[in-house]
């Protein structure tokens, strides 16, 4: 059950993705740094995971056993951006979780959620496209 979750988490990722890229985002910064951090926080206590656009701007999922968690690498010249997609379940109503995306330093993307009356959560910040 546990993985088909994560299968569905991932289509929905990189069907968000494509549909929310775009070359004018007016986010964006003018910075050519692929200096990238994602990083959770929050107090949200079930399961969670994570998936993000990894330096070679392939879709990966990851466990996320403890918060905060970050991640840090130097994206590839060939990945188009960063993006980072956060979800639990089992956790208490209320409960949050804030998804940041850091691009040379700067915060580029930003998302707090709640968990529903379920104990589930969903945070998906918007979608970072690097300057081209």
């Not at 993985?3 to 549909?19: C, G, R």
């Not at 959770?40 to 399961?47: C, L, P």
């Not at 999922?61 to 089992?90: M, R, V």
Request: with cysteine.
């Amino acid at each position: 059950m546990r993985t088909y979750f994560k299968q569905i988490m991932l289509v929905l990722t990189l069907a968000f993705t494509f549909a929310s890229c775009s070359s004018d985002n007016d986010d964006n910064n003018n910075s050519s740094s692929r200096d990238v951090k994602y990083e959770v926080t929050g107090n949200f206590t079930g399961k969670m995971d994570v998936s993000y656009m990894e330096k070679s701007g392939a879709p990966l999922i990851e466990d996320i056993n403890a918060l905060p968690w970050t991640k840090e690498f130097t994206a590839d010249a060939g990945s188009d951006g960063a993006l980072l997609h956060t979800s639990g379940y089992g956790g208490v109503a209320g409960q949050t979780l804030t998804a940041k995306i850091y691009v040379g330093g700067k915060v580029v993307s930003e998302l707090t959620g709640a968990a529903n009356n379920d104990g589930i959560i969903v945070v998906h910040t918007k979608t970072y496209v690097f300057p081209r």
